[in-house]
């Protein structure tokens, strides 16, 4: 089996996918311009777990990190695959020192 290179270029239409996506995290959630924004897509590696996954993270204004998985590549991911905006502070990462999950 072949093994994807995790630093090759990608296509077009997935560059135009991550900033379709890190737009939308903006509107939906209602971010200003100053917070930052991280759109990616891994493979997982974890048996069960989907091929391909879309990480969607952003720090607020507060400077807390809030992170959300979408089982999906990123090419198929849409508003409704978002929790609602008023929720964004449910998806608060605290920093666990260890933390296998990402």
Not at 20 to 49: M, N, S, W, Y
Not at 55 to 68: K, M, P, S, V
Request: some cysteine.
């Amino acid at each position: 089996m072949e093994v994807a290179n995790p630093f090759a270029k990608k296509s077009p239409a997935h560059r135009e996918a991550l900033r379709r996506v890190k737009d939308l995290v903006r509107e939906h959630f209602r971010l200003t311009e100053a917070e930052t924004i991280l759109v990616t897509e891994l493979a997982c590696q974890v048996p069960g777990c989907p091929p391909l996954e879309t990480i969607l993270a952003f720090w607020g204004e507060d400077g807390r990190r809030r992170h959300y998985k979408v089982f999906k590549p990123v090419e198929q991911v849409f508003e409704d695959d978002l929790p609602p905006w008023w929720m964004k502070d449910a998806l608060v990462q605290e920093e666990i020192f260890g933390c296998p999950c990402c």
